[in-house]
């Protein structure tokens, strides 16, 4: 899409009214028994845009939606965006505490979720000092514990509002990612940035309206809600789908005739390994991969197993979006590297001054164009820090990443600049996790950190401190951190090891050496390996 597109200002639902006009009876949703064309999805969206402006939900206010991937959280989303509204998309797995910080973070006005979920939060909905209303999709009794609390039926039935003007550069949506400071920060994007982002990832996957896209990741992640938007954008059909085992994947893509597939590296190590259905390997021509580094064991069983299936791996941030692809065609020949830069996206690898680095020079890369978020949501410390002005006037972000650029201009990634644990296609900080641990005053130093590992990229290690208490059994300390971590923390969060010692190594400044902690963890694993 060139860069001056009349689609530049296109608003983020019109990626369904669009495709709504053009081809209403095509199928664009299917979750579980349910399918719904375009006719069906576009007017839900409207109705219940209506409903949450007959709320009082004002241009500008924020619509948390915390729920599995469904149907209601799909139109959720774009009812929130065609109602002037920000949508808040909070990741199902995360337990109570978690919600309330986004919740607070963000001053959310209305909580879309179930009734079950509204359960789990329980006091943590009346805690908070912005919400006024709680949608429950489903159709129980309204608990009497939830103040404010309505159906979603509700909304949907709530009638015509007045028209509403909304600008492509007005903010609909805040991602929220892990940050150094130990707790999530608020991505704040424009629509322009999301309806510029599908129509560049559209166009060099090369999706089509035949594609039938299968929705496995989080819409929580720029990765999984970019599964809707792109589909959406050229009137495909997307296929909402949660799996408990990686068989139960291939059974969905067989089932559904999925012709494109996302996942992260995780997902893909298990299930490289499994026997592709003939029919799978027959319709399925594209796969995506991001959220990490693909192992090149994995990469090699997936071409092995989808011979003629197409195999893009791709690199970016939730600041961004997306910023590099490398094309299938490039695979065998550069597989480790991240590719080049995307459609309508100004990446570059520059030097600490900001001057340019040369080929194959280690530098920062930034990435400067309309796809770069507006910020971070009520954060101006670290909005100025991540997101400056180059020296042509452009807006970049700084990912925070090392990189170099090889004279083709194929990109390939050094490290990183902080802490942050890439495990599972999750960033996670080691502060958040460590929080947890601390307030239980069982160690008086705790410090976490990631360690290789060949499924989830990174794991999360754990090393507790213990002074004078170091004479505590290690077994029973190890297992007392980690049920308090499984109470806490999602899933993904819980550390894999724990070592428990007296004292944590310091640099010379007293700070934790965690570099350090990486390499005696390396060492043990090594020496334990028969």
Not at 148 to 166: D, E, K, N, Y
Not at 284 to 313: E, K, Y
Not at 325 to 331: A, D, R, S, T, V
Not at 352 to 373: I, M, Y
Request: proline share 8%; hydrophobic share 40%.
């Amino acid at each position: 899409m060139p860069i001056d597109s009349p689609l530049m200002n296109d608003l983020f639902h019109q990626l369904v009214t669009r495709p709504a006009h053009q081809r209403p009876n095509a199928t664009a949703l299917v979750h579980r028994t349910l399918s719904m064309t375009y006719a069906q999805l576009a007017r839900d969206i409207q109705s219940v845009a209506d409903g949450l402006r007959a709320l009082g939900l004002r241009p500008g206010e924020r619509v948390a939606i915390y729920l599995p991937k469904q149907s209601e959280a799909v139109v959720a989303l774009f009812a929130t965006a065609a109602a002037g509204g920000i949508f808040v998309p909070v990741n199902p797995q995360l337990k109570p505490e978690q919600v309330q910080h986004i919740l607070n973070d963000a001053s959310v006005s209305v909580l879309v979720t179930s009734s079950d979920r509204a359960h789990l939060l329980g006091e943590v909905i009346n805690r908070s000092d912005t919400l006024r209303h709680v949608v429950l999709v489903d159709d129980t009794p309204l608990p009497a514990a939830v103040t404010h609390a309505c159906h979603w039926s509700s909304l949907l039935s709530a009638g015509p509002q007045p028209p509403l003007t909304i600008k492509p550069d007005n903010s609909v949506a805040i991602l929220y990612t892990s940050g150094s400071t130990g707790k999530p920060k608020g991505v704040e994007l424009s629509h322009r940035n999301l309806v510029v982002g599908a129509h560049s990832v559209a166009e060099y996957l090369q999706l089509t309206a035949q594609d039938r896209v299968l929705a496995l990741l989080p819409l929580s992640f720029d990765y999984g809600l970019s599964q809707l938007s792109t589909a959406f954008l050229v009137g495909g059909c997307a296929v909402l789908f949660d799996y408990l085992l990686p068989r139960d994947v291939l059974r969905e893509l067989e089932t559904r005739n999925i012709t494109v597939f996302a996942a992260v590296p995780t997902l893909w190590v298990q299930l490289a390994s499994l026997p592709w259905p003939d029919t799978v390997r027959e319709r399925l021509r594209l796969i995506t991969s991001s959220g990490g580094v693909m192992p090149p064991a994995t990469l090699n069983g997936l071409r092995t197993a989808l011979p003629d299936t197409q195999i893009c791996l791709m690199y970016g941030l939730t600041e961004a979006f997306r910023s590099t692809f490398l094309p299938p065609e490039e695979l065998a020949n550069r597989p480790s590297s991240m590719g080049r830069a995307i459609p309508n996206a100004e990446v570059m690898v520059l030097r600490p001054d900001g001057s340019p680095c040369t080929a194959n020079e280690p530098g920062e890369l930034v990435h400067a164009g309309p796809l770069v978020a507006r910020g971070y949501w009520k954060n101006p410390e670290h909005s100025a820090h991540r997101f400056r002005k180059l020296p042509s006037g452009q807006h970049a972000v700084w990912s925070g990443d090392t990189v170099r650029r090889d004279e083709a201009g194929f990109f390939y990634f050094v490290g990183r600049e902080d802490d942050m644990i890439k495990t599972s296609g999750y960033r996670v900080s080691p502060t958040e996790i460590e929080a947890v641990i601390t307030e239980t005053g069982c160690a008086v130093e705790v410090a976490v950190f990631g360690v290789p590992d060949p499924v989830l990229g990174q794991a999360i290690a754990v090393a507790l401190g213990m002074g004078q208490q170091a004479d505590c059994q290690d077994g029973q300390q190890t297992q007392w951190v980690l049920d308090i971590c499984r109470q806490r923390l999602p899933t993904y969060m819980v550390p894999r090891h724990v070592t428990v010692t007296s004292q944590l190594p310091k640099t010379p400044n007293s700070k934790i050496d965690r570099p350090r902690l990486v390499q005696e963890f390396m060492a043990h694993a090594s020496s334990a390996t028969p």
